[in-house]
């Protein structure tokens, strides 16, 4: 009896009318999910805190203050062109009509960026260091700079300010360092920086500095505070439906345990039969030839 339970479930149909059920549980399990959890919020504010180094750099910090920056949602969809950050949408001071042309007097001797603070080990962080060093032909002068971030190739989304600082001739004592922790409204993916800088006395907008200077600003793994939950934090939150999907998750569940048996049983049965096979006396068929052999000779 059991030999031929085995080879009923051994058989393709019964193997496939049980992968059918299958599917058809998984299927209406998907359908049951709630579909209002997306990774990303299109009204979600976005919110970072920053550290403001003004003097000493990352290595002797010397003058450091705090601010919280707090932004409508992040935008996603259309160009990264500069046009919509504050330097595309001054009036043009140097270039030609439409255009908004860098200085030649300003210049970013360099940037560098150091992530930090990835609570769940996923390669995504929340933190960003950024140093960068302006140089300039006069003595001196007062100036300013806005941070932008784009989420994956997108538009720019300005994300921190600088507050006034001077900069002196070609000296490297005067790097800008600002360490930013993004809370929220930052979804998981690939980030750009886009350093604009500005005159502290009337707004110009001097020169910039992106990933298309240094690739040292491109292909960042952000996400914010939020996202980056470590798993041994995450709570499993168990529903319970009322009414519907019942005789399917019944189905569902029969599905599975009927594979599980057909399997073990299949197992067992095989496993029966390679035993068979490893007997050292000759096969039936072969005992039936040679007693036909016997009766012929008699």
């Known amino acids: 009896m059991s030999i031929y339970i085995a080879g009923v479930l051994s058989k393709p149909r019964f193997q496939a009318a049980a992968l059918s059920l299958l599917l058809l549980g998984i299927s209406s399990s998907l359908l049951a999910e709630p579909t209002g959890n997306s990774a990303v919020v299109a009204d979600e504010t976005r919110s970072s805190i920053s550290l403001h180094t003004v003097r000493g750099g990352r290595d002797n910090p010397s003058v450091v ?99 006034d600082f001077t900069i002196y001739g070609t000296s490297s004592d005067d790097e800008y360092v600002l360490v930013s922790e993004l809370m929220s409204g930052y979804p998981t993916g690939s980030y750009d920086i886009l350093i604009e800088l500005f005159d502290a006395y009337d707004g110009a907008f001097l020169t910039s500095f992106g990933p298309d200077e240094s690739s040292a600003l491109s292909f960042l793994a952000l996400e914010d505070f939020d996202r980056d939950t470590p798993l041994q934090n995450v709570q499993v939150v168990v529903t319970h439906g009322h009414g519907g999907g019942g005789a399917l998750d019944g189905w569902f569940l029969g599905a599975m345990l009927l594979l599980l048996v057909a399997s073990a049983v299949r197992k067992i049965w095989r ?28």
């Open 271 to 298: 496993h029966r039969n390679d035993e068979l096979l490893r007997i050292d006396t000759p096969a039936p068929c072969w005992q039936d030839h040679a007693e036909l052999r016997r009766r012929s000779v008699r």
């Open 65 to 163: 203050r705090e601010s919280v920056e707090e932004f409508k949602a992040i935008e996603t969809q259309g160009s990264r062109s500069k046009a919509k950050t504050r330097g595309g949408q001054l009036k043009p001071q140097f270039g030609a009509a439409g255009e908004q042309s860098p200085s030649f007097d300003f210049w970013f001797y360099d940037a560098d960026i150091v992530l930090f603070n990835d609570d769940d080990n996923d390669g995504y962080f929340h933190g960003l260091d950024l140093l960068f060093d302006v140089d300039t032909n006069f003595l001196a002068a007062d100036v300013y700079a806005v941070m932008y971030l784009s989420f994956e190739g997108g538009p720019w989304n300005e994300y921190a300010e600088t507050e």
